[in-house]
């Protein structure tokens, strides 16, 4: 799951954060905000509302919300209502309700694991893997455009937009047959997509899942399992860097105010790690913030205004099935609150 905002951390306008719950179904909750802020600085959690409402699987590899200008709330999920997984679409406008799911992929396929952006402009640009990576974007007042397929191979992409409002993507490829890559492309307003090219180039290895953020200059990161690279506004792609020895699964990014990039993810044993890159500095040692025998996974990590961090993970400390757990870091990190309390599959 993503959590993305229009401006990188939660706005000053927006009053909760929003966490997705995959429970048979989509599950939304939010967290009402007092006075002072939210989490450890305050508030208490909605009950989860299922916005995906069908007798499917939905959400199966990963749900993804953004938040508009306005504060209104939109979802991309893939769904297997349609007889194969379809790209669903939700959007929540400040107080109304949900609106009813569409499927903006429609193809005989399997789509799945997308991820949303949201331009200075409004629109909503969608990616998701199936067959290449596919992408729609939808004006606002108006409608989602026929997918157009900008690789013809890969999974996994993951979508951010900057000042320009250049769309820029990465996914993992199948390059050569000899081990997957870590492939890069664009697109500026009213161009076309870019030629793909590798910023990973590291032969005969698997490079998974990356996740990409974008700076106050419109520099670019992107951190994968195990590596980071980055290139700067009118620059070259960096040679990848590692963060962690150890495989990194399930990776999670935010970069805030001041540019520092925040990582989250889990590990092969099922720890909860955090690093974080200032710009200029090198990385911070990796930390275990859920401290548990138990196996977490899966984490997503968002950023106020005030660039506190707030983190949510699936969590295998209960007994039976795997809950959500949130933690805040505005001074040091919050004992960890059960947000999904269910007697179904969290995750």
Same mark, same amino acid.
């Given at each position: 799951m993503r959590i993305k905002f229009l401006n990188r951390v939660l706005p000053s306008f927006a009053k909760g954060l929003a966490v997705l719950v995959i429970v048979l179904g989509i599950v939304f909750s939010c967290l009402a905000l007092a006075s002072t802020g939210f989490g450890a600085e305050g508030g208490v959690w909605s009950a989860p509302v299922n916005i995906s409402n069908n007798s499917g699987m939905s959400g199966k590899w990963g749900p993804a919300i953004a938040i508009d200008g306005e504060g209104n709330l939109h979802v991309v999920w893939e769904d297997n209502t349609p007889s194969n997984y379809g790209i669903m679409y939700?959007?929540?406008?400040? &107080?109304?309700?949900?609106?009813?799911?569409?499927? %903006?992929? #429609? #193809?005989?396929?399997?789509? +799945?694991?997308?991820? /949303?952006? %949201?331009?200075?402009?409004? &629109?909503?640009?969608?990616?998701?893997? &199936?067959?290449? %990576?596919?992408?729609? $974007?939808?004006? !606002? &007042?108006?409608?989602? $455009?026929?997918? !157009? #397929? @900008?690789?013809?191979?890969?999974?996994?992409?993951?979508?951010? %937009?900057?000042?320009?409002? @250049?769309?820029?993507? !990465?996914?993992?490829? +199948? /390059?050569?047959?000899?081990?997957?890559?870590?492939?890069?492309?664009?697109?500026?307003?009213?161009?076309?997509?870019? $030629?793909?090219?590798? /910023?990973?180039?590291?032969?005969? $290895?698997?490079?998974?899942?990356?996740?990409?953020? !974008?700076?106050t200059g419109d520099g670019l990161h992107v951190v994968w399992n195990g590596f980071y690279a980055t290139r700067p506004y009118g620059g070259s792609w960096s040679t990848p860097v590692s963060i962690e020895p150890d495989r990194m699964w399930g990776v999670g990014t935010a970069i805030d105010n001041e540019d520092t990039l925040h990582v989250v993810w889990h590990n092969d044993y099922g720890d909860l790690l955090y690093a974080a890159k200032s710009m200029g500095d090198v990385w911070s040692t990796p930390e275990n913030i859920s401290n548990t025998w138990d196996y977490s996974e899966n984490p997503a990590i968002a950023i106020k205004s005030n660039d506190s961090l707030h983190l949510v993970w699936a969590d295998r400390r209960f007994p039976g099935s795997p809950e959500i757990l949130y933690i805040a870091e505005p001074n040091g990190w919050s004992t960890p609150a059960n947000i999904s309390n269910n007697a179904e599959t969290s995750f």
């Open positions: 939700a959007t929540k406008p400040i &107080g109304g309700g949900w609106s009813t799911p569409i499927n %903006i992929s #429609n #193809n005989p396929g399997w789509s +799945y694991a997308p991820d /949303i952006a %949201i331009d200075s402009n409004e &629109g909503i640009h969608v990616v998701w893997g &199936g067959g290449g %990576i596919l992408y729609a $974007t939808k004006p !606002v &007042g108006g409608s989602w $455009t026929v997918p !157009v #397929n @900008t690789s013809n191979s890969g999974v996994w992409p993951s979508i951010a %937009i900057d000042k320009e409002d @250049t769309i820029h993507v !990465v996914w993992q490829d +199948y /390059i050569l047959k000899i081990g997957e890559d870590i492939l890069y492309g664009n697109k500026t307003i009213g161009g076309l997509w870019s $030629t793909p090219i590798d /910023i990973s180039n590291q032969p005969d $290895t698997w490079e998974e899942r990356p996740q990409i953020e !974008v700076d």
